[in-house]
């Protein structure tokens, strides 16, 4: 049984027939926080399939914000009517968890609560995760295969490293590589070796027989001679043959 007075479950009544009008007459003049035209009206694009993320950066924030808002005022709408339908049944005042008196600060300060302080929903954080998390950890799912020292052949890593190539929405700024400079090393793992391991592998060179080695003077050669790895005997024109 609530133990507020006629006259202070008349106020709250009416505060809250008031916010509820209010939130009504928001969502209808502004056409629902604008979700009410689509995207394609707000960006003046026949399509947006073929923009880039940056193109419609910032429609698509406040496109991502107007459903925010619209979720709370719908949210807000429901704590209100079921305020208003426990003011009609006679519970209302009363927690609905422990079935104890709720203060009448709390009802002043937030009359849909149907809760006293200690059992307010909102204070329980939820521990749920998204089920996606089970084959996303670790990344790239179960195809990463960097964690097992005996595999060192193509895997999930790899495969989304070429198709990081050819271009996403990341700038140097937002690289997990911290000394880089520029696009192309902003990928992950970009500064390993492509299509070798040793560096010397990218500048030697054979026939269809293995016996004849040719150097290709490129940059990855100029660096290996440079930090003093290399032998002098490399910068001879003649090809090497193998005995």
């Not at 203060?103 to 749920?128: F, G, M």
């Not at 290709?216 to 005997?233: A, F, L, T």
Request: net charge negative; charged share 30%; glycine share 6%.
């Amino acid at each position: 049984m609530t133990t507020l007075s006629q006259g202070q479950l008349q106020l709250l009544q009416s505060r809250l027939m008031n916010e509820q009008r209010e939130i009504e007459h928001r969502l209808a003049d502004d056409d629902h926080y604008g979700l009410a035209h689509s995207l394609r009206d707000n960006t003046g694009e026949l399509s947006t399939n073929d923009n880039h993320p940056a193109d419609t950066a910032s429609e698509l924030y406040e496109r991502g914000k107007d459903i925010a808002l619209i979720e709370q005022e719908e949210l807000h709408l429901l704590r209100i009517e079921a305020a208003l339908n426990a003011i009609s049944s006679g519970s209302y005042g009363i927690c609905e968890a422990c079935h104890e008196p709720i203060p009448l600060d709390r009802l002043d300060a937030v009359p849909d609560t149907l809760y006293c302080i200690e059992h307010a929903p909102r204070q329980q954080l939820s521990t749920n995760r998204p089920v996606e998390e089970l084959v996303l950890d670790p990344p790239f799912g179960r195809t990463s295969m960097d964690e097992h020292d005996s595999y060192n052949g193509f895997d999930g890593e790899d495969a989304w490293q070429i198709v990081e190539q050819f271009g996403n929405s990341d700038s140097p700024a937002m690289s997990e590589n911290r000394d880089v400079a520029d696009y192309d090393h902003i990928g992950i793992d970009a500064f390993e070796n492509d299509g070798f391991v040793e560096s010397i592998e990218s500048f030697l060179a054979t026939d269809i027989t293995g016996r004849h080695v040719s150097v290709i003077r490129n940059r990855e050669y100029e660096h290996y001679m440079e930090s003093g790895e290399g032998d002098h005997v490399l910068e001879s024109d003649e090809p090497n043959e193998n005995g």
